[in-house]
């Protein structure tokens, strides 16, 4: 039986090379991108980073282990002696090596795209939401609510928030007052759809739908579009014209009845800390707690 060519000694060193470089490049390229993320030590940074590069660097980090599977399909009977001589066979084994790793890509590509959104929804929900700390003074910062920020926005900032589906969060220091307002593209972050449970479901298209009498914006309505399944969905959102005074001068006048209650129960979620439990036997004693509760202080129930 004659020995493997030359050219076949040469073809099957090369596979077996450029197997090991594909692998170990695509394991160096997504180390190099966590290490990147790890390095940042701004969380709004940190942000914008994962929610702009991670995908790709993840889809180029698959690509080179699509390419190590091409090319170790073409290492398929390279022991075998009778496969000495360059035929048919070689050209076939070819075609299943460029098939093979043209799958593997395409599978990883459409886990990057409809699976991976919702962890990575998951992953930019935590570094938006971790606790900011004041440069200044290093005190631990608050994150104001949807009523509370406004009056730190200008009106141009409003009108983002309200109709071009900006979102700014609004941190403030309540020791020195200090603010610190960070804007996010609402648009790119995906909602998570009702149909196929993926995090897909981005807006296509927004309308006024209502306006006062000055016209100025009432009421929109936002046209989401899954782009997995192609559920449609439009919801419409009323735009409010208070200001933080009004918030600050409003009191509530509805008189609650407590006779027949007997517990109350409280259940917080956290980003970072999973769900808690907390249970009291009044009403008075909830509202207590929840004004003197910190997250980082409390233990686990």
């Known amino acids: 039986m004659n020995e493997l060519s030359p050219f076949l000694q040469a073809w099957y060193i090369t596979m077996k090379a450029g197997a090991i470089i594909a692998v170990a490049l695509g394991i160096l390229i997504f180390l190099v991108h966590n290490l990147r993320v790890a ?14 590069h991670e995908v790709q660097w993840y889809k180029w980090s698959f690509y080179c282990f699509g390419a ?12 075998e002696r009778v496969l000495n001589v360059v035929g048919v066979w070689f050209f076939v084994r070819i075609f299943f090596g460029v098939a093979g790793a043209t ?17 990575l929804h998951e992953k930019l929900k935590k570094w938006r939401y971790m606790p900011r700390v004041n440069p200044k003074t290093g005190n631990r910062m608050r994150l104001l609510a949807e009523d509370e920020e406004d009056v730190h926005l200008d009106e141009g900032a409003k009108s983002e928030e309200s109709i071009f589906s900006i979102d700014y969060d609004v941190w403030i220091d309540d020791k020195t007052g200090d603010v610190q ?16 449970g993926f995090y ?5 298209m927004e309308e006024v739908s209502q306006r006062f009498e000055d016209g100025a914006p009432k009421e929109i309505i936002k046209h ?32 609650r009845n407590t006779r027949n209650i007997d517990a109350v129960r409280i259940e917080i979620h956290s980003v970072l800390s999973g769900k808690r439990y907390y249970e009291f036997s009044t009403i008075e004693q909830a509202q207590k707690f929840l004004e003197e509760f ?4 409390s233990p686990k129930p």
């Not at 190590?68 to 390279?78: C, E, K, M, R």
């Not at 307002?181 to 196929?196: M, V």
């Not at 009323?238 to 200001?243: D, M």
Request: charged share 25%; with cysteine.
């Open 39 to 52: 390095l940042i030590q701004d969380f709004k940074a940190k942000y914008d980073y994962i929610n702009t």
């Open 68 to 79: 190590a599977i091409g090319l170790l399909i073409n290492l398929y009977g390279s022991g």
């Open 103 to 119: 799958l593997v890509s395409y599978v990883a590509k459409l886990i990057l795209q409809y699976y991976y959104p919702t962890k």
């Open 181 to 196: 307002i960070e804007k996010y593209q609402g648009h790119l972050t995906a909602l998570r759809c009702n149909n196929c």
């Open 200 to 204: 897909t479901m981005k807006v296509v």
């Open 224 to 255: 989401y579009k899954c782009e997995y399944c192609k559920n449609l969905r439009a919801t419409a959102f009323p735009i409010s014209r208070k200001e933080g005074d009004d918030f600050k001068k409003y009191k509530d006048s509805h008189k």
């Open 294 to 297: 910190d997250l980082d202080k």
